[in-house]
């Protein structure tokens, strides 16, 4: 059969009352699951956990509360299934006032130009403390398949990407040491490494010139980290605890290590850091030169399968984790 007598499927529109028949019951929720969340943190190029729902902020209430795992930040999302309007442009600045958010998501069926405008004169007006996203949600199926959901950014911070965003601003390579520009390549070839495996962590993340990167595992005060130590030579894959619970998270982990070691089949080095907030359980390969870049694909391959091995084993436990307050 020749490509031209090949036989495709045509896109489809989908309604959104269609499949969602309001923001609060149907939407919102929805958008809350971990997965559906992930993708729009892709779209956006953070890493998002959720922190709550319809939270209160003075007499309205927020659709969701999140963290930038990356830099510890709020970000609040707004949803409307219809045009965007006066009444909900009001009421993300009474978020961002009453929270301090330094990120505002507002998600709506369609943006008319005024708000759009808006956003993006916003953008210009504020310092690198505070963005504002605009997205239109969509749907659309080929034949009977299952409606798949679209964001289209369309408007953002200045400057935005990826490739360059640091913690709200552009990183400047000048402005970069050595070791700093080695640790950004080290973390985008770690990258690629987590694309290919194909685990439940990915490499969708912007490199950072530091010695760490955290990766979300579904709830706020924990994450999945690679830490690259170059003068003690040594690479580590840890779950890490932070907050004012990690200690008693860390205790509640603990009392079970025995069936936790037996499942991932090796010891696990436990740290309480007592003299810290923070606490962490990891894995770390000594007598390795992060500098070394020939070295990297060796070091980038064990990474990748240690930390996807630790997703695996703890994120399930740490969502169901419940400690006495």
């Not at 987590?194 to 439940?200: A, S």
């Not at 003690?232 to 619970?245: D, P, Q, V």
């Not at 990891?282 to 070091?299: F, G, H, M, S």
């Amino acid at each position: 059969m020749s490509i031209s007598e090949l036989a495709l499927g045509r896109l489809e529109r989908v309604e959104l009352r269609s499949i969602w028949a309001n923001e609060a019951g149907g939407f919102t929720p929805w958008l809350a699951r971990e997965d559906n969340l992930a993708t729009l943190a892709d779209t956006l190029g953070l890493e998002l956990e959720l922190e709550a729902q319809e939270q209160s902020v003075g007499p309205f209430r927020a659709d969701l509360l999140c963290k930038d795992i990356a830099t510890d930040s709020w970000v609040l999302i707004e949803n409307q299934l219809e045009r965007t309007d006066h009444t909900h442009l009001g009421q993300l600045l009474t978020y961002a006032s009453g929270l301090s958010a330094v990120t505002i998501v507002w998600i709506a069926a369609r943006f008319t130009e005024e708000h759009r405008s808006t956003l993006d004169w916003l953008n210009r007006i504020t310092d690198e403390h505070f963005r504002f996203f605009g997205l239109e949600v969509e749907l659309w199926r080929i034949s009977s398949s299952p409606a798949a959901p679209k964001f289209n950014i369309v408007s953002k911070p200045n400057d935005w990407s990826r490739a360059v965003a640091q913690a709200a601003r552009s990183i400047d390579d000048g402005a970069l040491s050595e070791l700093h520009l080695m640790q950004r390549d080290y973390w985008a070839g770690l990258h690629t490494a987590l694309e290919q495996l194909g685990g439940p962590l990915r490499g969708r993340r912007t490199p950072q010139p530091q010695s760490w990167m955290a990766y979300r595992i579904g709830r706020t005060g924990f994450s999945i980290s690679a830490v690259i130590q170059t003068q003690k030579k040594h690479l580590r894959a840890e779950l890490y605890l932070t907050g004012n619970r990690a200690k008693a998270h860390f205790h509640a982990l603990e009392a079970h290590k025995a069936e936790i070691e037996q499942s991932f089949g090796r010891p696990l080095q436990w740290h309480e850091l007592p003299d810290g907030k923070e606490s962490k359980i990891n894995l770390v390969l000594e007598e390795t030169d992060p500098t070394n870049r020939a070295d990297w694909p060796r070091q980038h391959a064990w990474l990748a399968e240690q930390l996807n091995a630790l997703h695996r084993l703890f994120a399930h436990r740490v969502r169901q984790l419940s400690v006495a307050p």
